[in-house]
Protein backbone atom coordinates (compact mmCIF):
# COMPACT_ATOMS: atom_id res chain seq x y z
CA UNK A 1 0.00 0.00 0.00
CA UNK A 2 1.08 3.13 -0.86
CA UNK A 3 1.95 5.32 1.83
CA UNK A 4 0.11 8.67 2.43
CA UNK A 5 1.79 11.73 1.52
CA UNK A 6 1.81 13.87 4.71
CA UNK A 7 2.72 17.91 5.13
CA UNK A 8 4.06 19.26 8.14
CA UNK A 9 1.81 21.97 9.25
CA UNK A 10 3.71 22.61 12.98
CA UNK A 11 7.52 21.91 14.32
CA UNK A 12 8.54 20.91 17.13
CA UNK A 13 8.55 24.88 18.70
CA UNK A 14 5.13 25.53 17.61
CA UNK A 15 3.45 22.01 19.09
CA UNK A 16 5.70 22.97 22.45
CA UNK A 17 4.23 26.35 22.56
CA UNK A 18 1.03 24.91 21.83
CA UNK A 19 0.97 22.84 24.70
CA UNK A 20 2.85 24.47 27.03
CA UNK A 21 -0.08 27.29 27.05
CA UNK A 22 -2.70 24.50 26.79
CA UNK A 23 -1.14 22.82 29.82
CA UNK A 24 -1.59 25.80 31.62
CA UNK A 25 -4.49 27.09 30.53
CA UNK A 26 -6.06 24.12 32.01
CA UNK A 27 -4.56 24.62 35.33
CA UNK A 28 -5.37 27.49 35.44
CA UNK A 29 -9.25 27.29 34.59
CA UNK A 30 -9.60 23.96 36.95
CA UNK A 31 -7.86 25.66 40.12
CA UNK A 32 -9.68 29.21 38.84
CA UNK A 33 -13.07 27.68 38.83
CA UNK A 34 -12.36 25.99 42.12
CA UNK A 35 -11.70 29.22 43.42
CA UNK A 36 -14.29 30.75 41.90
CA UNK A 37 -17.77 28.82 42.16
CA UNK A 38 -19.32 28.65 45.62
CA UNK A 39 -20.22 24.98 44.65
CA UNK A 40 -16.75 23.78 43.85
CA UNK A 41 -15.42 25.86 46.49
CA UNK A 42 -17.19 23.89 48.53
CA UNK A 43 -16.59 20.59 47.67
CA UNK A 44 -12.94 20.94 46.95
CA UNK A 45 -11.81 23.61 49.77
CA UNK A 46 -8.13 23.62 50.25
CA UNK A 47 -8.59 27.41 49.21
CA UNK A 48 -5.00 28.61 50.03
CA UNK A 49 -3.35 25.36 48.47
CA UNK A 50 -5.73 25.84 45.37
CA UNK A 51 -4.12 29.73 45.21
CA UNK A 52 -0.34 28.73 45.36
CA UNK A 53 -1.17 26.38 42.44
CA UNK A 54 -2.86 28.75 40.51
CA UNK A 55 -0.38 31.64 41.01
CA UNK A 56 2.63 29.48 40.18
CA UNK A 57 1.18 27.90 37.51
CA UNK A 58 1.06 31.54 35.95
CA UNK A 59 4.60 32.38 36.53
CA UNK A 60 5.59 28.82 35.19
CA UNK A 61 3.34 29.92 32.05
CA UNK A 62 5.43 32.80 31.24
CA UNK A 63 8.81 31.29 32.00
CA UNK A 64 7.96 28.70 29.45
CA UNK A 65 6.64 30.56 26.80
CA UNK A 66 9.74 32.99 27.40
CA UNK A 67 12.08 29.44 27.60
CA UNK A 68 10.46 27.96 24.48
CA UNK A 69 11.02 31.21 22.20
CA UNK A 70 14.39 31.21 22.93
CA UNK A 71 15.31 27.78 22.81
CA UNK A 72 13.13 27.05 20.09
CA UNK A 73 12.78 27.79 15.96
CA UNK A 74 12.18 31.45 16.00
CA UNK A 75 11.90 31.32 12.60
CA UNK A 76 9.19 28.91 12.34
CA UNK A 77 7.28 30.82 15.32
CA UNK A 78 8.27 34.51 12.94
CA UNK A 79 6.90 32.58 9.85
CA UNK A 80 3.41 31.44 11.90
CA UNK A 81 3.06 35.35 13.45
CA UNK A 82 3.10 36.31 9.55
CA UNK A 83 0.72 33.97 8.44
CA UNK A 84 -1.64 34.93 11.26
CA UNK A 85 -1.24 38.54 10.23
CA UNK A 86 -1.51 38.54 6.63
CA UNK A 87 -5.49 38.54 6.04
CA UNK A 88 -5.96 38.39 1.91
CA UNK A 89 -9.06 38.80 0.18
CA UNK A 90 -10.18 35.15 0.23
CA UNK A 91 -9.42 35.25 4.26
CA UNK A 92 -12.11 38.43 4.29
CA UNK A 93 -14.65 36.37 1.91
CA UNK A 94 -14.18 33.81 3.96
CA UNK A 95 -15.56 35.36 7.09
CA UNK A 96 -18.56 36.30 5.10
CA UNK A 97 -19.14 32.51 4.59
CA UNK A 98 -18.50 32.73 0.90
CA UNK A 99 -16.42 30.01 -0.24
CA UNK A 100 -12.45 30.96 -0.70
CA UNK A 101 -9.63 28.53 -0.34
CA UNK A 102 -7.61 29.25 2.52
CA UNK A 103 -4.12 29.43 3.58
CA UNK A 104 -2.44 27.70 6.28
CA UNK A 105 -4.73 28.68 8.51
CA UNK A 106 -8.06 29.88 7.73
CA UNK A 107 -9.31 33.25 8.97
CA UNK A 108 -11.19 31.70 11.65
CA UNK A 109 -7.90 30.28 13.07
CA UNK A 110 -6.10 33.73 12.97
CA UNK A 111 -8.66 35.18 14.71
CA UNK A 112 -8.09 33.00 17.35
CA UNK A 113 -4.85 32.96 17.45
CA UNK A 114 -4.90 36.90 18.09
CA UNK A 115 -7.68 37.08 20.77
CA UNK A 116 -6.03 34.24 22.48
CA UNK A 117 -2.56 36.19 22.66
CA UNK A 118 -4.47 39.30 23.76
CA UNK A 119 -6.37 37.19 26.66
CA UNK A 120 -3.01 35.58 27.65
CA UNK A 121 -1.59 39.33 28.02
CA UNK A 122 -4.55 40.29 29.80
CA UNK A 123 -5.00 37.64 32.22
CA UNK A 124 -1.30 38.38 33.06
CA UNK A 125 -2.20 41.84 33.34
CA UNK A 126 -4.95 41.82 35.42
CA UNK A 127 -3.69 38.47 37.77
CA UNK A 128 -0.81 40.14 38.46
CA UNK A 129 -3.00 43.23 39.90
CA UNK A 130 -4.71 40.57 41.93
CA UNK A 131 -1.23 39.60 43.13
CA UNK A 132 -0.26 42.92 44.06
CA UNK A 133 -3.40 44.13 45.63
CA UNK A 134 -3.45 41.68 48.13
CA UNK A 135 -0.15 42.96 49.52
CA UNK A 136 -0.24 46.72 48.38
CA UNK A 137 -3.73 49.05 48.50
CA UNK A 138 -2.04 50.65 45.62
CA UNK A 139 -1.93 48.21 43.33
CA UNK A 140 -5.93 47.65 44.12
CA UNK A 141 -8.85 48.24 41.95
CA UNK A 142 -12.11 47.06 42.49
CA UNK A 143 -12.62 46.14 38.70
CA UNK A 144 -9.80 43.72 38.58
CA UNK A 145 -11.67 40.75 39.12
CA UNK A 146 -14.66 41.47 37.43
CA UNK A 147 -12.51 41.34 34.26
CA UNK A 148 -10.68 38.54 35.14
CA UNK A 149 -13.32 37.12 35.52
CA UNK A 150 -15.02 38.50 32.01
CA UNK A 151 -11.95 36.78 30.49
CA UNK A 152 -11.89 33.76 32.10
CA UNK A 153 -15.76 33.56 31.26
CA UNK A 154 -15.39 34.47 27.38
CA UNK A 155 -12.16 32.24 27.35
CA UNK A 156 -14.33 29.20 28.54
CA UNK A 157 -16.85 29.68 25.76
CA UNK A 158 -13.37 29.92 23.34
CA UNK A 159 -12.28 26.99 24.41
CA UNK A 160 -15.17 24.48 24.42
CA UNK A 161 -15.15 25.81 20.84
CA UNK A 162 -11.70 24.86 20.28
CA UNK A 163 -12.21 22.00 21.75
CA UNK A 164 -14.75 20.94 19.51
CA UNK A 165 -13.12 21.91 15.89
CA UNK A 166 -9.75 20.12 17.38
CA UNK A 167 -12.06 16.55 18.35
CA UNK A 168 -15.25 16.25 17.44
CA UNK A 169 -15.93 18.41 14.31
CA UNK A 170 -15.41 16.00 11.23
CA UNK A 171 -14.00 18.24 8.67
CA UNK A 172 -11.65 19.74 11.36
CA UNK A 173 -10.48 17.02 13.62
CA UNK A 174 -7.88 16.32 11.77
CA UNK A 175 -5.82 19.07 12.45
CA UNK A 176 -5.42 17.47 15.48
CA UNK A 177 -3.00 15.53 14.25
CA UNK A 178 -0.64 18.29 12.91
CA UNK A 179 -0.71 19.57 16.61
CA UNK A 180 0.28 16.14 18.09
CA UNK A 181 2.60 14.98 15.41
CA UNK A 182 3.29 17.91 13.46
CA UNK A 183 1.81 16.57 10.42
CA UNK A 184 -1.39 16.13 8.38
CA UNK A 185 -2.30 13.87 5.71
CA UNK A 186 -1.88 15.82 2.03
CA UNK A 187 -5.22 15.28 0.93
CA UNK A 188 -6.86 17.23 4.12
CA UNK A 189 -4.89 20.13 3.70
CA UNK A 190 -5.35 20.33 -0.06
CA UNK A 191 -9.62 20.39 1.18
CA UNK A 192 -8.74 22.93 3.74
CA UNK A 193 -5.55 24.95 3.20
CA UNK A 194 -4.77 24.62 -0.61
CA UNK A 195 -3.35 27.77 -1.16
CA UNK A 196 -0.59 26.58 1.37
CA UNK A 197 -0.39 22.82 0.04
CA UNK A 198 0.58 23.37 -3.17
CA UNK A 199 3.07 26.72 -2.38
CA UNK A 200 4.78 23.60 -0.62
CA UNK A 201 7.55 22.14 -2.61
CA UNK A 202 6.32 18.92 -4.63
CA UNK A 203 9.28 17.05 -2.99
CA UNK A 204 11.84 17.35 -0.02
CA UNK A 205 14.19 14.42 0.38
CA UNK A 206 15.43 15.88 3.49
CA UNK A 207 12.08 15.24 5.13
CA UNK A 208 11.60 11.85 7.04
CA UNK A 209 8.58 9.82 6.12
CA UNK A 210 7.38 11.87 3.52
CA UNK A 211 6.78 14.68 5.83
CA UNK A 212 6.97 17.56 3.48
CA UNK A 213 7.60 21.39 4.18
CA UNK A 214 9.92 21.15 7.38
CA UNK B 1 -0.78 42.30 -6.42
CA UNK B 2 -3.94 43.18 -7.86
CA UNK B 3 -6.31 45.33 -6.00
CA UNK B 4 -9.26 42.82 -4.87
CA UNK B 5 -6.17 40.34 -3.77
CA UNK B 6 -4.96 43.16 -0.96
CA UNK B 7 -3.19 41.41 1.76
CA UNK B 8 -3.96 43.42 5.23
CA UNK B 9 -2.21 43.00 8.37
CA UNK B 10 -5.49 42.19 10.31
CA UNK B 11 -4.16 39.54 12.72
CA UNK B 12 -1.82 42.42 14.69
CA UNK B 13 -5.32 44.69 14.34
CA UNK B 14 -7.48 41.84 16.68
CA UNK B 15 -4.94 41.18 19.14
CA UNK B 16 -4.11 45.05 19.56
CA UNK B 17 -7.93 45.41 19.56
CA UNK B 18 -8.81 43.35 22.26
CA UNK B 19 -5.54 43.31 23.73
CA UNK B 20 -6.73 47.44 23.85
CA UNK B 21 -10.57 46.99 24.93
CA UNK B 22 -9.35 44.74 28.05
CA UNK B 23 -6.81 47.58 29.16
CA UNK B 24 -9.94 50.74 28.78
CA UNK B 25 -12.57 48.14 30.55
CA UNK B 26 -10.59 49.41 33.84
CA UNK B 27 -12.54 52.67 32.88
CA UNK B 28 -15.40 51.11 31.25
CA UNK B 29 -16.24 47.75 33.19
CA UNK B 30 -18.17 48.96 36.00
CA UNK B 31 -20.29 50.83 33.88
CA UNK B 32 -20.59 47.67 31.76
CA UNK B 33 -20.93 45.76 35.23
CA UNK B 34 -23.84 47.60 35.96
CA UNK B 35 -26.28 47.19 32.77
CA UNK B 36 -25.12 43.74 32.59
CA UNK B 37 -25.67 42.63 36.38
CA UNK B 38 -29.79 42.59 35.68
CA UNK B 39 -29.08 39.53 33.16
CA UNK B 40 -26.56 37.87 34.58
CA UNK B 41 -28.19 37.64 38.07
CA UNK B 42 -30.95 36.10 36.25
CA UNK B 43 -28.86 33.72 34.57
CA UNK B 44 -27.57 32.90 37.96
CA UNK B 45 -30.95 32.52 39.54
CA UNK B 46 -31.60 29.61 36.59
CA UNK B 47 -28.25 27.90 37.44
CA UNK B 48 -28.29 27.79 41.54
CA UNK B 49 -25.30 27.14 43.30
CA UNK B 50 -23.42 26.09 39.71
CA UNK B 51 -22.34 29.92 39.44
CA UNK B 52 -21.68 32.34 42.00
CA UNK B 53 -25.39 33.27 43.37
CA UNK B 54 -25.75 36.55 43.02
CA UNK B 55 -22.68 37.82 42.90
CA UNK B 56 -21.10 35.61 45.81
CA UNK B 57 -18.09 34.47 46.28
CA UNK B 58 -16.70 32.11 48.69
CA UNK B 59 -13.48 32.78 50.07
CA UNK B 60 -11.46 30.82 52.70
CA UNK B 61 -8.22 30.58 54.17
CA UNK B 62 -8.00 27.01 55.17
CA UNK B 63 -8.18 23.34 53.74
CA UNK B 64 -11.76 22.68 54.50
CA UNK B 65 -15.17 24.55 55.27
CA UNK B 66 -16.13 24.02 59.30
CA UNK B 67 -19.18 21.86 59.80
CA UNK B 68 -21.72 22.88 61.84
CA UNK B 69 -23.49 19.96 64.32
CA UNK B 70 -26.95 21.56 65.56
CA UNK B 71 -26.55 19.27 68.64
CA UNK B 72 -22.73 19.98 69.86
CA UNK B 73 -22.41 23.56 68.60
CA UNK B 74 -22.39 26.20 70.89
CA UNK B 75 -20.96 29.96 71.03
CA UNK B 76 -18.62 30.80 73.78
CA UNK B 77 -18.83 34.32 75.00
CA UNK B 78 -16.05 34.95 77.25
CA UNK B 79 -13.11 37.44 78.42
CA UNK B 80 -14.06 41.05 80.56
CA UNK B 81 -17.78 39.54 81.36
CA UNK B 82 -19.63 39.07 84.23
CA UNK B 83 -21.15 36.22 82.92
CA UNK B 84 -19.07 33.78 80.67
CA UNK B 85 -21.89 32.11 78.60
CA UNK B 86 -21.88 28.99 76.35
CA UNK B 87 -25.27 29.70 74.27
CA UNK B 88 -26.72 26.57 71.78
CA UNK B 89 -27.57 26.98 68.54
CA UNK B 90 -31.49 26.72 69.69
CA UNK B 91 -31.15 29.31 72.64
CA UNK B 92 -29.57 31.63 70.10
CA UNK B 93 -32.19 31.34 68.17
CA UNK B 94 -34.88 32.26 70.88
CA UNK B 95 -33.33 35.45 71.33
CA UNK B 96 -35.19 38.49 69.73
CA UNK B 97 -34.98 38.36 65.90
CA UNK B 98 -34.00 41.27 63.69
CA UNK B 99 -34.46 41.51 60.42
CA UNK B 100 -32.38 43.90 57.50
CA UNK B 101 -31.31 44.09 54.07
CA UNK B 102 -28.15 45.25 53.08
CA UNK B 103 -25.38 45.66 50.36
CA UNK B 104 -22.27 43.56 51.06
CA UNK B 105 -19.11 45.34 49.98
CA UNK B 106 -16.05 42.43 49.41
CA UNK B 107 -12.34 44.61 49.72
CA UNK B 108 -11.42 42.86 46.56
CA UNK B 109 -14.35 44.86 44.45
CA UNK B 110 -17.18 42.69 44.00
CA UNK B 111 -20.45 43.82 45.59
CA UNK B 112 -23.95 42.26 46.51
CA UNK B 113 -27.15 44.02 46.83
CA UNK B 114 -30.13 43.54 48.81
CA UNK B 115 -28.88 40.73 50.71
CA UNK B 116 -31.78 39.44 53.43
CA UNK B 117 -30.04 38.70 56.38
CA UNK B 118 -31.75 37.67 60.01
CA UNK B 119 -30.33 37.19 63.01
CA UNK B 120 -29.55 38.80 66.59
CA UNK B 121 -28.58 42.32 67.43
CA UNK B 122 -24.98 42.05 69.27
CA UNK B 123 -26.97 44.41 72.20
CA UNK B 124 -28.93 41.05 73.32
CA UNK B 125 -25.74 38.80 73.51
CA UNK B 126 -23.66 41.21 75.10
CA UNK B 127 -26.87 41.88 78.14
CA UNK B 128 -26.86 38.51 78.75
CA UNK B 129 -22.90 38.35 79.43
CA UNK B 130 -22.70 41.64 81.05
CA UNK B 131 -19.32 43.35 79.95
CA UNK B 132 -17.12 44.64 82.56
CA UNK B 133 -16.23 48.45 83.00
CA UNK B 134 -12.82 48.04 81.21
CA UNK B 135 -13.97 45.88 78.43
CA UNK B 136 -13.73 47.90 74.81
CA UNK B 137 -13.47 45.75 72.17
CA UNK B 138 -15.08 42.15 71.11
CA UNK B 139 -13.41 39.77 69.19
CA UNK B 140 -14.65 37.37 67.16
CA UNK B 141 -13.15 33.51 66.69
CA UNK B 142 -13.80 31.77 63.85
CA UNK B 143 -14.02 27.60 63.73
CA UNK B 144 -11.91 28.46 60.17
CA UNK B 145 -9.01 28.43 62.56
CA UNK B 146 -6.72 31.47 62.60
CA UNK B 147 -9.33 33.34 60.92
CA UNK B 148 -10.58 35.84 63.73
CA UNK B 149 -11.41 39.97 63.27
CA UNK B 150 -12.66 42.33 65.78
CA UNK B 151 -14.94 45.71 66.17
CA UNK B 152 -15.04 48.14 69.08
CA UNK B 153 -18.13 47.79 71.39
CA UNK B 154 -19.49 50.91 69.83
CA UNK B 155 -18.86 49.56 66.03
CA UNK B 156 -20.52 46.45 67.27
CA UNK B 157 -23.48 48.34 68.54
CA UNK B 158 -23.98 50.44 65.59
CA UNK B 159 -27.83 50.30 64.39
CA UNK B 160 -27.27 47.39 61.58
CA UNK B 161 -24.35 44.99 63.02
CA UNK B 162 -26.14 41.53 63.68
CA UNK B 163 -24.98 37.99 64.13
CA UNK B 164 -26.58 36.50 61.19
CA UNK B 165 -28.35 32.60 61.34
CA UNK B 166 -30.50 33.33 58.04
CA UNK B 167 -29.25 34.25 54.51
CA UNK B 168 -32.27 35.15 52.10
CA UNK B 169 -34.59 33.14 53.66
CA UNK B 170 -33.01 29.96 54.55
CA UNK B 171 -30.38 29.38 57.76
CA UNK B 172 -26.38 30.22 56.37
CA UNK B 173 -25.06 27.62 54.53
CA UNK B 174 -21.91 26.22 55.09
CA UNK B 175 -19.96 28.43 52.41
CA UNK B 176 -21.35 31.25 53.91
CA UNK B 177 -20.48 30.57 57.55
CA UNK B 178 -23.15 28.04 58.96
CA UNK B 179 -24.31 28.68 61.85
CA UNK B 180 -23.88 32.00 62.83
CA UNK B 181 -21.85 34.72 60.98
CA UNK B 182 -20.94 38.91 62.17
CA UNK B 183 -22.60 40.72 59.57
CA UNK B 184 -21.41 45.00 59.33
CA UNK B 185 -22.56 46.12 55.88
CA UNK B 186 -20.80 49.26 56.54
CA UNK B 187 -17.34 47.72 56.27
CA UNK B 188 -15.65 45.20 53.63
CA UNK B 189 -16.95 41.43 54.21
CA UNK B 190 -13.46 40.41 56.17
CA UNK B 191 -14.72 42.23 59.02
CA UNK B 192 -17.58 39.64 59.07
CA UNK B 193 -16.03 36.87 60.64
CA UNK B 194 -18.01 33.57 59.38
CA UNK B 195 -18.41 30.18 61.12
CA UNK B 196 -18.76 32.46 64.40
CA UNK B 197 -17.35 30.04 67.61
CA UNK B 198 -16.06 32.58 70.35
CA UNK B 199 -16.71 35.93 70.84
CA UNK B 200 -14.41 37.16 73.77
CA UNK B 201 -14.90 40.11 75.04
CA UNK B 202 -11.25 42.74 75.27
CA UNK B 203 -10.16 45.88 76.51
CA UNK B 204 -7.77 46.39 73.70
CA UNK B 205 -8.89 45.30 69.98
CA UNK B 206 -6.69 42.87 68.72
CA UNK B 207 -4.94 42.01 65.29
CA UNK B 208 -6.97 40.06 63.30
CA UNK B 209 -6.33 37.86 60.23
CA UNK B 210 -6.28 39.93 57.40
CA UNK B 211 -5.33 42.93 59.37
CA UNK B 212 -1.90 40.87 60.17
CA UNK B 213 -1.63 40.82 56.49
CA UNK B 214 -1.91 44.76 56.13
CA UNK B 215 -5.78 45.51 55.59
CA UNK B 216 -6.86 48.26 57.90
CA UNK B 217 -8.37 47.66 60.93
CA UNK B 218 -11.47 50.14 60.61
CA UNK B 219 -12.93 48.24 57.11
CA UNK B 220 -15.13 51.40 55.91
CA UNK B 221 -16.76 50.78 52.58
CA UNK B 222 -14.76 53.75 50.50
CA UNK B 223 -12.82 54.70 53.00
CA UNK B 224 -10.13 52.62 53.86
CA UNK B 225 -8.06 49.67 52.19
CA UNK B 226 -6.65 52.52 49.64
CA UNK B 227 -10.28 53.16 48.35
CA UNK B 228 -11.68 56.55 48.98
Not at chain 2, 83 to 103: F, G, I, M
Given at each position: MAEKRRLLRFTRTERTLHWVHATAFLVLLATGLALYLPSLAELVGRRPLLKDIHVYTAVAWAAAIVAVVLAGDRRSLRRTLHDIDVFDQDDRDWLRRRPAPQGRFNAGQKINAAVTAAFALLFAVTGTLLWLGERDTTFRFAQTILIHDWLTQISLALFLGHLYLAVIHPSTRHALNGMTRGWVDAAWAERHHPKWSRDLPPEDPAAPDGVLGA | MAGDRLERRYGRRVFLGVLAGGLTSFAWAPAASRVLSPLTSAGSQLLGNVFPVGGWRIYTISGSMPVFDRDTWSLTVDGLV?????????????????????????????????????????????????????????????????????????????????????????????????????VIPEMYGYKGVKWLERIEVVAEQPTGYWENLGYDEDAWVGGSNGYG
Open positions: - | ERPLKLSYDHLRSLPEAHQVSTFHCVTGWTVHNVRWRGVRLQHILDLAGPLQSAHALRFVSSEHPYEDSLTIKQALLPDVMLALDLDGSPLSRPHGAPARL
